[in-house]
C-alpha cells in the first residue's frame, strides 16, 4: 500500500477502492491421438480450435495456434464458463478440469469455473481427435482380444 495516503485532499485523485489482482484461465486443446481422455506425451496441441469465455466477463473467440494454448487475462473474481469448438477435421474427445475445477456440463463445456483474485486458472483441457480415426476403435488394444474372437472377426462374412 506504498504511495497510497489516506486522506489525501487532491481532489482528481484516481484511486479506486477495493483494487484486487486479476486472474486468468488458461489450456489448451489437444489432439488425443489414443482417445484415452488424457492428455499423454506426444500428443500435439491443435491450431484452429476456438475458445471462448463466458459467465461474469465474456472474452473470446480466442483461436489457438500450434501449440493448441488459450489464456483469457484480466478477470475479475468470479464465476467463468469456457466452450470450445473444434478445429476443422476434428470430431469432440474428452475434456479435463483445469486446477480452479468446474463442471462439465456437455461436451467441450465447462461451467462453475470458480476464480480468486489472482489466481492461474490452469490446465483446462479440450480433447480431440481426427474425424478420419475412430475414437472407439479396437486397434488399439490388441493384447486384450482373445485369439478366438479375433479369429471371428477375421473370417469372411
Ligand atoms: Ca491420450
Ligand atoms: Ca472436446
Known sequence: MTGIVVGDP???DSY???????????????DDLDG???RDPGEPGIAGAQVSLSGDATQGPQTTGADGVFRFD???PGEYVLTQSEATGFIDAR????????TL?????????VVAAGELADGYLFGDVRAASSPVSSS?????????MRARLESPA
Open 74 to 76: 484480466g478477470l475479475e
Open 140 to 148: 488399439s488394444t490388441p493384447t486384450t482380444t482373445a485369439p478366438r
Open 16 to 30: 479506486s477502492f477495493g483494487e484486487v489482482p486479476l486472474a486468468a484461465i488458461a489450456g489448451v486443446v489437444y
Open 10 to 12: 487532491d481532489p482528481t
Open 36 to 38: 484415452d481422455g488424457t
Open 95 to 102: 475434456e479435463t478440469l483445469g486446477s480452479a475445477g468446474g
Open 105 to 113: 456440463v456437455a461436451p467441450n463445456r465447462i461451467e462453475s469455473i
